[in-house]
């Protein structure tokens, strides 16, 4: 009788109503979510399925098939052949061998400098961390290709480390080396403030009581922090491996022997002479895949990451 009796009352019936009402919205922008979701990954899916259906076909089916849904499909004469040509057209094994030694030194440099930096302005306390950090985020605002002609000159200038049949050698010049292409990479503003978001939401009682414990800031760094942060760690491991693999002016200014440059530069090979488009969308899809493949590894780690630090935000 009293349930019957609140339903009765209109204020009950309002809020019931607009209870519905809220549901009912939720239910549709949720639904408008997904169908925005599911165009936009078809829209970013169908470019990466015609370059890899297009690098199994000849260029002659590939200009065929570019009227229809053909395109996007694994039909026709389909083959390897093209991958077979890119290895004879250009040394592809020596550009990706190039560019996996360099973006594994860049994420591991990385991974440990910007942690450490980012450690140094979100636990430890000394005058003038915030100015740092607001100018090495400053950075992000200033374009590279501003700053790369200096820099060329500088590593034109600055010693390298050259490995010789007796032993190490110290040469004046970075140019035409690993080293050219890591170092400026290394620092990364963005990830650095990952870091320093992350690690400054960690407890700080978990320093103090290390630190009555006698534990050194080395010690909290990488036996209390460094464990507690693996999806930052993932995440920053993407964004710096993204642009280490996808590099190409850089090493077009600084790397004119053709066994040091990586595979972004050996894409304009292709372009010499006779284009062959199959060959091209073969060369395209072993360097794409790798990036591909390690994202999917990564990317709960990533989601993780990036939606924490927007909420702490």
Avoid: C
């Amino acid at each position: 009788m009293t349930a019957a009796t609140a339903t009765d009352h209109p204020s009950a019936t309002v809020a019931v109503e607009k209870g519905h009402g809220r549901a009912a919205g939720k239910r549709r922008s949720k639904i408008l979510t997904y169908i925005g979701l599911t165009i936009a990954s078809i829209v970013a899916v169908f470019p990466l399925l015609f370059m890899i259906f297009s690098s199994l076909k000849p260029d002659a089916q590939i200009f065929a098939d570019l009227g229809g849904i053909q395109a996007f499909l694994p039909v026709g004469d389909l083959s390897l052949d093209n991958y077979a040509g890119v290895f004879d057209r250009v040394p592809a094994g020596r550009f990706i061998l190039n560019s996996v030694i360099v973006t594994v030194a860049i994420v591991a440099l990385g991974l440990i400098v910007n942690s450490m930096i980012g450690f140094a302005i979100s636990r430890m306390r000394w005058k003038g961390k915030n100015i740092v950090l607001s100018l090495v985020l400053a950075t992000l605002m200033v374009p590279f290709e501003t700053i790369a002609v200096p820099l060329v000159f500088w590593v034109a200038k600055l010693p390298s480390i050259q490995w010789a049949v007796d032993g190490f050698l110290l040469k004046q010049g970075m140019l035409n080396t690993y080293q050219v292409q890591i170092l400026p990479y290394v620092a990364n503003a963005l990830a650095i403030f990952l870091f320093a978001q992350h690690f400054g939401d960690i407890p700080k009682e978990i320093d103090e009581a290390a630190r009555v414990d006698g534990a050194s800031w080395w010690t909290i760094y990488r036996k209390i922090i460094v464990p507690l942060s693996g999806p930052t760690f993932a995440t920053v491991a993407i964004i710096t491996m993204l642009p280490a693999w996808n590099s190409y002016l850089w090493p077009l200014m600084v790397v004119q022997q053709e066994s040091m440059r990586p595979v972004s530069v050996g894409m304009q090979y292709f372009f010499q002479l006779n284009p062959v488009w199959g060959q091209i969308m073969a060369y395209g899809t072993l360097i794409t895949l790798p990036v591909l493949i390690i994202f999917v590894i990564f990317q709960r780690s990533f989601v993780q990451s990036l939606a924490g630090t927007a909420v702490k935000g």
